[in-house]
Structure formats: structure tokens, C-alpha cells
């Protein structure tokens, strides 16, 4: 695999992971072979958090026997929004929120993934940026350490999600551009993302479709501009990551292949 070195840093650039899309075992393979960390989906689902002692217990058993200990936590998304209007329905999203904080602590995790929750038909953007600001300036308060990360998914629109960014200074609060997603959701190139979005990007979700579907194809698979794309990142943000998001073996092995061969 060219120019994958140890840890998995790709040409140089950016630390890689695996997100825990395969099976322990799989994973465990993986890893030994490209060296890569994982991004663990455990902490994304309410099954998993309503027993959060166990859980993170048992995916401490699981980072020994997939042997690594460099760990991301993709944050809980289903049900949930940080911009809406029901104060219920922002209290359940801070608690999720918050116990998936606590599991990247407990896990020694150093980056948090949480989506945008934004879906379009159905959420107006008016007034959406001033809420999602105010909604993660409270819960970044007395936190340090882990980076908290929104990511794109079926936002057709920049801009708001850059105002967000822009508005919030906490240190640790950044983006995370989902190559895939800005693809096939947005009427905009995965590059005009990373050129507007900047140095605010500190990770990357990389894999593959044709436009049309948001399929998790293997890199190279598809047409989303993925090398322009990380090229662009880099260049403002040296030190972002990546993981690939593929639910096959096979396919993370050709997305680190594919990689692999990518001058950036």
C-alpha cells in the first residue's frame, strides 16, 4: 500500500481511521494490517446508552481485542436536534450529547462526531444557525480536551453551517465535512465545501457514490471528487483527520488502497 506509514498517516497528511462499521474481528484485521484507529458508531445508538456503564466497559474490552487504543466516537442522531424549538426535545439531545461525552472520556476518545440533525422539507434554515450556536455554546461550557465536531448529511446549504463555525470560539468546536453526504445532498461540489469551509474542518468522513444516492461506496468506486477534496482540507487544516466509512472489509481495504496511491 503506498505511502501508508506507521499509524496510518496517508502521504504525510492526516491520521486515518476505520469507522466500526465491520465486525470486531474484521476490525481487528484491519487495524493490524493498515495501522489505522477506529471510529467507533457504539455511542451513536440509545440501546447503547441507556446502559452507558456497560457499554463503555464492554467497548474497553473491545478496543483490547481489536488491539488499538486510538479511538473517535460518532455521537447520537436519530430522534434528535440541536436547533429545535421544543424545549423537550433539546433537553433529550443535550443528555444524549452529553453522555456520549462522557464515554470519550471515560475511553480516552479525542474527537466527538455529531450530526447537524438538519433535514430539509421539514426544518426552515431561517433562524437555524442562531439556534445551533446557542445550542452547543451551553453545551461546550466547562468542556476541554475532545473535539466536538458537526458534520454535514443532508444539508444542501453552506453557509449556515459556516456561520455556525465562525460564531463559536471555543477551541475545541470544528467541523467535520462529510465527502460522501456534500455530494449527493448539496448542489455543491465536495470541494467548493472544503474551499469555503476553511481551516474549520479538523476531520473528514471519506467514501464514495455516484451523485445520487448516498450509498458508502469504496473510494474510487464513484465520482465524488474525494482526492481534490482532502487536498483542499489539508491545505488549510494540516492537521485534520480522516475515517472511511465503508460497512465492508473490502471496501475500507480498497478505500485505504485507493488512498494509498492519491497525491495530495
Not at 464513484?222 to 475515517?243: I, K, M, N, Q
Amino acid at each position: 500500500m503506498h505511502n501508508i506509514t506507521d499509524g496510518c498517516i496517508f502521504n504525510g497528511k492526516g491520521q486515518l481511521y476505520i469507522s466500526h462499521l465491520p465486525g470486531d474481528e474484521q476490525m481487528r484485521e484491519l487495524i493490524r494490517e493498515t495501522g489505522c484507529g477506529v471510529e467507533s458508531i457504539e455511542f451513536s445508538m440509545a440501546d447503547s446508552l441507556n446502559r452507558l456503564s456497560d457499554t463503555i466497559e464492554s467497548y474497553r474490552k473491545r478496543m483490547k481485542y481489536m488491539e488499538t487504543d486510538r479511538l473517535l466516537l460518532h455521537g447520537p442522531f436519530l430522534d434528535l436536534n440541536p436547533m429545535a424549538f421544543d424545549n423537550l426535545v433539546l433537553d433529550a439531545t443535550r443528555f444524549r450529547y452529553e453522555q456520549c461525552y462522557q464515554a470519550a472520556k471515560a475511553l480516552g476518545a479525542r474527537k466527538i462526531i455529531y450530526h447537524t440533525c438538519y433535514i430539509p422539507k421539514v426544518y426552515m434554515l431561517i433562524g437555524w444557525a442562531d439556534r445551533v450556536v446557542d445550542f452547543y455554546n451551553r453545551f461546550l461550557e466547562g468542556k476541554e480536551g475532545i473535539q466536538i465536531l458537526m458534520e454535514n448529511v443532508q444539508d444542501p446549504e453552506i453557509d449556515p453551517i459556516l456561520e455556525v463555525a465562525e460564531r463559536i470560539t471555543h477551541p475545541d468546536f470544528g467541523l467535520c465535512l462529510d465527502v460522501g453526504h456534500a455530494y449527493c445532498y448539496s448542489g455543491y461540489s465536495p470541494v467548493e465545501w472544503a474551499e469555503k469551509l476553511g481551516n474549520h474542518v479538523k476531520h473528514v468522513h471519506l467514501h464514495d457514490n455516484d451523485g445520487t444516492a448516498d450509498s458508502h461506496l469504496a473510494l474510487g468506486e464513484g465520482s465524488a471528487p474525494a482526492a481534490e477534496s482532502l487536498a483542499v482540507v489539508f491545505d488549510a487544516s494540516p492537521d485534520a483527520t480522516c475515517t472511511i466509512e465503508c460497512s465492508s472489509a473490502e471496501s475500507v481495504r480498497k478505500s485505504v488502497h485507493w488512498l494509498g496511491k492519491v497525491s495530495l
